[in-house]
């Protein structure tokens, strides 16, 4: 699972939502006149994003973004450093680290000095996991999912538990298409967790099975996929039954390819 990719659709569901997080750049494509999606790729890059706002991609002008007035841009700046493997950006991303207050970009900076081989932005990373200060119990949700995500971006189990209690948590919302893509993600999320203990796994897979028969296409895909991974014999009684009433070709062949793997 690609950290961009996970964050760029945890950010898509937060914004439909209203949900955003300070830091989390919104990663979507401005549209021209008469262009879609399907003309051509929606999401910018973190080097198109960076461009659009007037950065070249040396390591100076990035060391220089990580003080950009926009947090978004600050963030971008960060994750651009870690690609790159700057090491000798690894001071400034820590200066900057230091002063930042935009949770998000605490996230992006936190996770580009760990990549980089400098571990003190774990804690916050940890802290925000939890995040029980936030008394909106959807911001609080996102906030804890993006931490999740990153945390599961560099391979560590601390916050396991904390993307089960989000997905825990969204699937007992009403059945919204917000909600299908916050689930959609949150299933994602959960089945990249690493080092998943037998309880983590029992918890993910209770959820995964009762939305199998959910109305939503994308929501039944997640669950099917989370299931390929965390499934059980029952599970696979289950998938077999909603393979043989799914209508969508797409979302069969994902139950297909769990039902084989589960087999197996």
């Known amino acids: 699972m690609r950290l961009c990719a996970v964050v760029s659709a945890l950010a898509f569901a937060a914004g439909l939502a209203g949900q955003t997080v300070e830091g989390i750049p919104d990663m979507a494509r401005p549209l021209g006149s008469g262009e879609s999606c399907a003309d051509n790729d929606c999401i910018l890059t973190v080097e198109q994003f960076l461009e659009r706002h007037g950065y070249a991609l040396t390591p100076e002008d990035l060391v220089s973004a990580l003080r950009d007035p926009a947090p978004e841009v600050r963030s971008l700046a960060a994750a651009k450093l870690a690609k790159d493997q700057l090491k000798s950006a690894v001071p400034a991303l820590g200066e900057a680290f230091s002063i930042e207050r935009a949770p998000g970009t ?116 997640g669950a099917s996929n989370v ?17 043989a009433a799914e209508p969508d070709v797409t979302v069969r062949a994902r139950m297909q390819a769990a039902l084989d793997l589960l087999d197996r």
């Open 227 to 243: 299931l390929a991974r965390f499934g059980d014999a029952g599970s696979a009684r289950l998938l077999k039954k909603s393979l």
């Open 106 to 221: 605490q996230m992006w900076m936190a996770s580009g000095l760990a990549t980089l081989g400098d571990a003190r932005g774990l804690p916050t990373l940890e802290r925000l996991c939890k995040d029980d200060d936030d008394p909106d119990p959807l911001h609080r949700a996102a906030v804890r999912s993006f931490a999740a995500g990153f945390m599961v971006g560099l391979h560590s189990k601390a916050c396991n538990d904390d993307a089960i209690q989000v997905l825990q948590f969204r699937a007992s919302l009403p059945a919204t298409a917000v909600q299908g893509a916050f689930l959609d993600v949150d299933f994602s999320l959960a089945g990249n967790l690493e080092g998943a203990s037998e309880r983590q796994s029992k918890e993910i897979r209770d959820i995964a099975e009762r939305f199998l028969a959910d109305g939503r296409y994308d929501v039944r895909m």
